[in-house]
C-alpha cells in the first residue's frame, strides 16, 4: 500500500494533468508561510521569481491568438512535400520550458507544501 505522501503526490499530479496547465502561474505569495518555506522547494522559488515575467508573456501570447487569430505551427519537410501543422500546446507548458521550470517536479512541491501545513495544523 502507497504511503500518505506518495497518494498525495499522485493525487496532486493526477488534478494538474486535469488542469492542463491554468492560464497563469498560481498566486504563492498570499500565502505567507508558503513564502517563508519557499527556499526548500527550489521549482516554488523559481516560479515566484519568474512570475511576473510569465504573466506579461502569456497574456501577449493569449492576445495573439485571440485578437489577431495567430496559431502556433510547425515545420514539416517531409521528402513528397513541405507542410505546417497546427501545435496545440498549452502557452503555460512553454513558459515552464523557456524559464527552465520542471512541471511535474513544481506540482510535488506544491502537494509538499500543502502536506506540511496540513501537519503543522493537527
Same mark, same amino acid.
Given at each position: 500500500?502507497? &504511503?500518505?505522501?506518495?497518494?498525495?503526490?499522485?493525487?496532486?499530479?493526477? /488534478?494538474?494533468?486535469?488542469?492542463? %496547465?491554468?492560464?497563469? @502561474? @498560481?498566486?504563492?505569495?498570499?500565502? /505567507?508561510?508558503?513564502?517563508? /518555506? *519557499? &527556499? &526548500?522547494? @527550489?521549482?516554488?522559488?523559481?516560479?515566484? #521569481? *519568474?512570475?511576473?515575467?510569465?504573466?506579461?508573456?502569456?497574456? %501577449?501570447?493569449?492576445?495573439?491568438?485571440? /485578437?489577431?487569430?495567430? $496559431? =502556433?505551427?510547425k515545420? &514539416?519537410?517531409?521528402?513528397?512535400?513541405?507542410?505546417? +501543422?497546427?501545435?496545440? *500546446?498549452?502557452?503555460?507548458? +512553454?513558459? +515552464?520550458? =523557456? %524559464?527552465? $521550470?520542471? %512541471?511535474? #517536479? +513544481?506540482?510535488?512541491?506544491?502537494?509538499?507544501?500543502?502536506?506540511?501545513?496540513r501537519?503543522?495544523?493537527?
Open positions: 500500500m502507497k &504511503n500518505k505522501k506518495e497518494e498525495l503526490v499522485n493525487e496532486g499530479l493526477r /488534478q494538474a494533468k486535469e488542469r492542463k %496547465f491554468s492560464n497563469s @502561474p @498560481p498566486d504563492l505569495e498570499s500565502d /505567507q508561510k508558503l513564502v517563508d /518555506q *519557499i &527556499n &526548500n522547494y @527550489p521549482e516554488s522559488e523559481k516560479v515566484l #521569481k *519568474i512570475k511576473d515575467k510569465a504573466q506579461v508573456c502569456g497574456e %501577449f501570447l493569449d492576445w495573439l491568438k485571440g /485578437q489577431k487569430g495567430i $496559431i =502556433f505551427c515545420y &514539416n519537410n517531409c521528402v513528397e512535400r513541405e507542410e505546417f +501543422y497546427r501545435v496545440d *500546446i498549452p502557452v503555460l507548458e +512553454y513558459l +515552464y520550458e =523557456f %524559464f527552465e $521550470i520542471d %512541471f511535474n #517536479k +513544481y506540482e510535488e512541491e506544491k502537494v509538499q507544501m500543502l502536506e506540511e501545513l501537519n503543522e495544523e493537527t
